[in-house]
């Protein structure tokens, strides 16, 4: 059976201007960019709406399947995510939606402030996930807890998000929403599951999964 949908809030971490930059694609910033990301951050932190809502799902996981009670999904990546759990939390965070308007409104008067308004949601809102996923850590301790994975990961395909959706009733609960061609709005937002399951987590994530060595988005 799935948990009741419950909310998470916890203050956000200092924004990382280095990571502001890298979404930016910003490698070698001079004194002028990294005015501009600091000014755009300050000024960004004061629309942030950051919210986040999760629930707890049972799961079985066999060779390229998950399935949850809710739904199930035909996808080797996953499953390798998944294997040895026997449940995993499913949730969905945004900034909310005055950080995009604000982006808009930058972006219409100077191009490269709405940029770092940009790089500013996406460091923002993986900054949410990773404290929530810090907090899952201590709730669920001594257990561990995986790797988060999104729909549009490998072959887990985009249109996921609608099970997400549904289960989590996001536009209820956070004021997230789905259109039909799959974006969500709030743009800066996120669906993924982790799962939780005794051992270590050793599938690797992120840029170390990836064999795009020349990204210029690649992390350091």
Known sequence: MMTPIRRY??????????????????????EGVLALAHDAAAEGETVLRPALCWREVPLTVTETRVDLCFTAFDSAKLAAALRGCDRAVIFAATVGL???RLIAR??????ARGLMLQALGAERIEALCDSFCDFLAAE?????????????????????QRAFFDALQCHREIGLYLNESLLMSPTKSVTAIVGIGPGADCTPTGCKACAKADCVMRKR
């Open 9 to 30: 809030s916890a203050p956000l971490p200092p924004v990382d201007e280095g990571e502001m930059l890298r979404y930016a694609a910003c490698r070698t910033p001079d």
């Open 98 to 100: 005055d950080l995009d």
């Open 106 to 111: 930058h972006g219409r008067l100077s191009p």
């Open 140 to 160: 669920y301790a001594p257990l561990t807890v995986r790797r988060r994975f999104s729909p549009g990961y490998g072959d887990l395909p985009l249109r996921s």
